[in-house]
């Protein structure tokens, strides 16, 4: 069992380790560079803030040139973006919840390739790109970029991703959806076991997930199996133990 630790206590304990760090300056040569060891080089020769600016204007440049070639998904690319560039911060999302539309306020989790994720202290939320008409910052609340984890971070996780990148991602969820992109069908299927309730065009069914397939979430019920095409999902939410007890005695009479 991983024992819990909080975030004060984890950083008290980060920074300790820190100052007993022996630093040693990396041997590069021709030697280890043909062998792709070592660190690699700096991002840019010009200052951080000036290279962060330039990053920026360079992905929204790239972002509408995709747009405008591919105006079928603008949609899909613009909802990405923004929900990227407000990961771990808080949202609201308006999306279609049957005939009705549904508010959803929580702070961005996971962001998908065709699917966000939210959470608040109660609810776990995935919202497919398709069924959002807009998405915003709660009024109130200010535009930042959170950038704190470049100024304390793990050493031997920063050598881990540089010189074995791909084994050290897939034990961890939270730098799977760091760097990769999701599909929802991908992410529902690593919640195996969770209780749901998800909305389609004319109906709310709920249910402990079960499977995914390409095209079909399936979730059960007591005895009963139902298959979901993905494609029609609306709104999927996360049930607590109470929740499931109202919906079974709501279906049992």
Same mark, same amino acid.
């Not at 790239?62 to 949202?91: A, D, G, H, W, Y």
């Given at each position: 069992?991983?024992?819990?630790?909080?975030?004060?206590?984890?950083?008290?304990?980060?920074?300790?380790?820190?100052?007993?760090?022996? *630093?040693?300056?990396?041997?590069?040569?021709?030697?280890?560079?043909? +062998?792709?060891?070592?660190?690699?080089?700096?991002?840019?020769?010009?200052?951080?803030?000036?290279?962060?600016?330039?990053?920026?204007?360079?992905?929204?440049?790239?972002?509408? *040139?995709?747009?405008?070639?591919?105006?079928?998904?603008?949609?899909?690319?613009?909802?990405?973006?923004?929900?990227?560039?407000?990961?771990?911060?808080?949202?609201?999302?308006?999306?279609?919840?049957?005939?009705?539309?549904?508010?959803?306020?929580?702070?961005?989790?996971?962001?998908?390739?065709?699917?966000?994720?939210?959470?608040?202290?109660?609810?776990?939320?995935?919202?497919?790109?398709?069924?959002?008409?807009?998405?915003?910052?709660?009024?109130?609340?200010?535009?930042?970029?959170?950038?704190?984890?470049?100024?304390?971070?793990?050493?031997?996780?920063?050598?881990?991703?540089?010189?074995?990148?791909?084994?050290?991602?897939?034990?961890?969820?939270?730098?799977?959806?760091?760097?990769?992109?999701?599909?929802?069908?991908?992410?529902?299927?690593?919640?195996?076991?969770?209780?749901?309730?998800?909305?389609?065009?004319?109906?709310?069914?709920?249910?402990? *997930?079960?499977?995914?397939?390409?095209?079909?979430?399936?979730?059960?019920?007591?005895? +009963?199996?139902?298959?979901?095409?993905?494609?029609? *999902?609306?709104?999927?939410?996360?049930?607590?133990?109470?929740?499931?007890?109202?919906?079974?005695?709501?279906?049992?009479?």
């Amino acid at each position: 069992m991983t024992e819990n630790i909080r975030l004060d206590e984890y950083t008290k304990m980060l920074l300790e380790e820190r100052k007993k760090e022996v *630093i040693k300056k990396d041997p590069i040569n021709e030697k280890n560079l043909a +062998k792709g060891e070592g660190l690699t080089s700096p991002t840019s020769a010009v200052s951080t803030e000036e290279t962060r600016i330039l990053m920026e204007h360079i992905m929204q440049k790239n972002l509408f *040139i995709t747009i405008n070639s591919q105006p079928n998904r603008k949609k899909e690319l613009m909802l990405k973006k923004f929900f990227k560039m407000k990961r771990n911060q808080q949202v609201e999302v308006y999306s279609k919840h049957g005939e009705d539309t549904k508010y959803s306020l929580g702070k961005v989790s996971a962001v998908g390739r065709d699917f966000v994720m939210l959470t608040n202290l109660k609810d776990r939320m995935w919202i497919p790109y398709q069924a959002i008409e807009s998405a915003n910052i709660p009024y109130g609340i200010p535009t930042y970029n959170n950038t704190h984890q470049h100024y304390l971070y793990d050493n031997e996780l920063r050598t881990k991703l540089i010189t074995n990148f791909g084994a050290t991602v897939a034990t961890r969820d939270i730098l799977v959806q760091q760097f990769y992109e999701e599909k929802l069908r991908t992410n529902l299927q690593s919640w195996k076991g969770t209780w749901v309730e998800v909305v389609v065009e004319k109906e709310s069914l709920t249910g402990k *997930i079960t499977e995914t397939t390409d095209d079909t979430l399936k979730i059960s019920l007591l005895n +009963k199996k139902i298959d979901i095409p993905i494609k029609e *999902i609306e709104y999927i939410e996360s049930l607590r133990f109470l929740q499931i007890l109202i919906k079974l005695f709501n279906k049992g009479t």
